[in-house]
């Protein structure tokens, strides 16, 4: 008796499998990761938001070159007096007038810091702001969690995932193309394919970049063991492979200084920054002042890093020079780009992929947008799932198998809706908290994970469609409201900011109302689409009872 051998799945069923499960386990995690990851591309804004830092009249007005040069004689007069004898002077120059001289000076008895005005040199008040880990949270979430040594790893494991599944997802759609102009809105399981489908397309080429960027931007902590068979496993380790792979020789070091030169230097450091300001392709910004004991003093000066969106470069080093402090002679030109090797090129232009630190405002806004939709594209396979599962359900986890889809059910609701609720209660947190609360800005992110936790918790209770819905309107409203929570609180408001050139703050509160306004506008239809389902079920059953009774 011959039987006809069991057929083996092919490639795309395999695949299929693979991206179903390979995206559900890790698409929770990697919806709320994405999120974040998209806030965190304005962190600055964001960090200055939460600081709360009362406005100045008048505005920032740029300071000419002159203008510059006289900040760094007040940041020398007032070093000189305060700490002459000190290892390091550490001077940053401001670019605006409500910047401020910042001085730093590290002395036998401490160090010493203070923030100069630009015209008269006198010390400044420290400003009144609020304390707060700001937009570094989002960043600090999206790499770790907030969890440490084991998040960093848990979200190394995760991304890895998120590159099978986009393999897999690339191999089971074999008309990927096609599905990206086909959306059948008001079809239940379909609408989410063809959602699911289109978003990924969309972002495709984006999702990979960021992803492996992501992972290779971490390369020596998720991969160590070519660092460590070359420099060790001591602290030191990854020290000492930074100073070899950017090491840059220095010409011209004079061996005869004597070693008990004086501790600061002799030379004019305004005559010398206007020879380095000459030598150097953009405005000086930073001026070290340095003697080791037993070794000659130095003095750096470092360039302002050029803008990405204006030199139209992805990667912008900024230069320095490093001079002798008695006689002022060149010790260390700048960088030669031509001597770079292949490791000390391609690295920096892996990390300016994943942190966009290039292209300006423009190519933060694309990665944002990106991102958010990468967000969607996310969390729309996990929705799709549990439509098409349940809708073919045959109990294939027994008894069970109704709490296993309410869990997945309310862990798709608090992966999107918690992760979004938890992002703008974090800001609200900023705001309500006392301002003199201990450990204030741990607080803040701890309001970050109660509002989630409690995301998760209202989704249990709640069936999923009430749940949504429920969640989608208080986002909104919070989103919302951000503008008016600033003004009960600060007194501070978007006109204000408007007002007073504060665009990055200006931008914040923007963004959160167009983006209150969307998700209203997504929780309307959903009530909609629910209503016209509970309609249509409602009518069909009228239709049976009717037909049963003639």
Known sequence: MSGKPASQPGLRQTMSWLHTWCGLVCGWLLCAIFLTGSISVFREPITLWMQGVPLEGGGQQPLSPEERLQTLRLAEQ??????????????????????????????????????????????????????????????????SLQGGIAGFWVVGLVSMCMMV?????????????????????????????????????????????????????????????????????????????????????????????????PAIAVVDLVSLAQHAQSLLTGPVVGVVVQRPEGAPATIRFTEGKPDTAVTRRMVNSANSLIFDAISGRLLQAPNN??????????????????????????????????????????????????????????????????????????????????????????????????????????????????????????????????????????????????????VMTTGQHLLLYLAQGDGQRAGLELTCMALGLLVAWGAWLHEKSQRSKSTAQLRAGRGVISGGLT
């Open 165 to 261: 599944a986009l393999v897999s997802g690339v191999i089971v759609h074999r008309r990927i193309f096609q599905d990206f102009f086909t959306f059948r809105p008001g079809k239940g399981q379909r609408s989410w394919l063809d959602a699911h489908n289109a978003s990924a397309v969309l972002t495709l080429p984006f999702l990979f970049m960021i992803v492996y960027t992501g992972l290779a931007h971490f390369y020596t902590s998720y991969m160590p063991w070519p660092l460590q068979s070359l420099y060790g496993q001591d602290r030191s380790a990854y020290s000492r492979y930074e100073s070899e792979l950017n090491a840059r020789p220095e010409a011209n070091t004079p061996s005869n200084t004597p070693s008990n030169a």
């Open 78 to 143: 007032h070093l000189s007096k305060t700490a002459p004898d000190a290892s390091i002077w550490r001077i940053s120059l401001p670019l605006h007038t409500g910047d401020g001289v910042k001085v730093f000076a590290r002395a036998q008895d401490g160090d010493l810091q203070a923030s100069l005005h630009v015209h008269t040199g006198e010390v400044l008040p420290e400003p009144a702001m609020r304390q707060t880990e700001g937009g570094r949270h989002f960043m600090s979430f999206h790499y």
């Open 337 to 486: 780009p031509a001597s770079g090797n292949l490791a000390t090129d391609t690295y920096p232009v892996i990390s300016a992929l994943h942190l966009v630190t290039f292209g300006g405002w423009t190519m933060k806004w694309l990665y944002f947008v990106l991102g958010l939709v990468g967000t969607a594209m996310i969390a729309s396979g996990s929705i799709l799932f549990a439509v098409k599962r349940r809708a073919r359900s045959g109990h294939e986890w027994g008894a069970a198998t109704p709490s296993i889809y309410r869990c997945i059910d309310a862990l798709n609701v608090a992966a999107l809706a918690g992760s979004a609720l938890a992002s703008i209660a974090y800001l609200y947190g900023n705001r309500l908290l006392p301002l003199l609360l201990e450990a204030r800005s741990s607080w803040e992110i701890r309001v970050f994970f109660a509002v989630w936790a409690l995301s998760l918790l209202h989704a249990l209770l709640r069936t999923a469609r009430q749940a949504w819905c429920e969640q989608l309107w208080i986002l909104a409203l919070l989103c919302l409201g951000l503008p008016l929570l600033n």
